[in-house]
T-cell receptor, first 118, second 112 residues
Framework: GAVVSQHPSRVICKSGTSVKIECRSL??????MFWYRQFPKQSLMLMAT?????????EQGVEKDKFLINHASLTLSTLTVTSAHPEDSSFYIC??????????????FGPGTRLTVL | TQLLEQSPQFLSIQEGENLTVYCNSS?????LQWYRQEPGEGPVLLVT?????EVKKLKRLTFQFGDARKDSSLHITAAQPGDTGLYLC????????????FGAGTILRVKS
């Protein structure tokens, strides 16, 4: 149980284009999902909290107009990287807590999306 | 200064050796999680510790939560090459709501 999927797993795009990444909770509902960015051999950096039915909350230094988040349903959150540039190339990971479990703040992670901007 | 201090950052050992990874904080956590991540994949949950003083075992891995719920450790006995990966501790401090705070990670390499 508590499976989170991401799509696509890898994407290569040209500079200036927009890329959408989907995060789905497959066997539970998630009113909250989290988006992270990870650089090679480093820990995860929280970008934003995605809230179902309301606006996302962004961490300090993360441009909300650059990284658009939509939490359209209880099982789907999307991250759109707008006007992507090479410096946006990174590994993006989403997570979601399964509130039906005993320990409600344990988060389950998607497999990640490798974005490469040429 | 990170809220969760994880050490060591790098560990390269021979197969069969034991090792311990530490995660320390001045904040109290309602629970702490340990994850293992391989290159190009998302973190996979190993364990969640909840009760102060709790010890959990997962085959050759032993996880401990400090009595005051401010620190945790991961001990691996007789490490295998398959244990190689990035180990992350994470938790949600009371003052952070439901956002996870991560340690810096420990890159473990087990040589055969």
């Amino acid at each position: 149980g508590a499976v989170v999927s991401q799509h696509p797993s890898r994407v290569i795009c040209k500079s200036g284009t927009s890329v959408k990444i989907e995060c789905r909770s497959l066997d539970f509902q998630a009113t909250t999902m989290f988006w992270y960015r990870q650089f090679p051999k480093q820990s995860l950096m929280l970008m934003a909290t995605s809230n179902e039915g309301s606006k996302a909350t962004y961490e300090q230094g993360v441009e909300k107009d650059k990284f658009l988040i939509n939490h359209a349903s209880l099982t789907l959150s999307t991250l759109t990287v707008t006007s992507a540039h090479p410096e946006d190339s990174s590994f993006y990971i989403c997570s979601a807590p399964d509130r039906t479990r005993t320990v409600t703040d344990t988060q389950y992670f998607g497999p990640g999306t490798r974005l490469t901007v040429l | 200064t990170q809220l969760l201090e994880q050490s060591p950052q790098f560990l390269s050992i021979q197969e069969g050796e034991n090792l311990t990874v530490y995660c320390n904080s001045s904040s109290v956590f309602s629970s702490l999680q340990w994850y293992r991540q391989e290159p190009g994949e998302g973190p996979v949950l190993l364990v969640t510790v909840v009760t102060g003083g709790e010890v959990k075992k997962l085959k050759r891995l032993t996880f401990q939560f400090g009595d005051a719920r401010k620190d945790s450790s991961l001990h691996i006995t007789a490490a295998q090459p398959g244990d190689t990966g990035l180990y992350l501790c994470a938790g949600a401090p009371r003052e952070y709501g439901n956002k996870l705070v991560f340690g810096a990670g420990t890159i473990l390499r087990v040589k055969s």
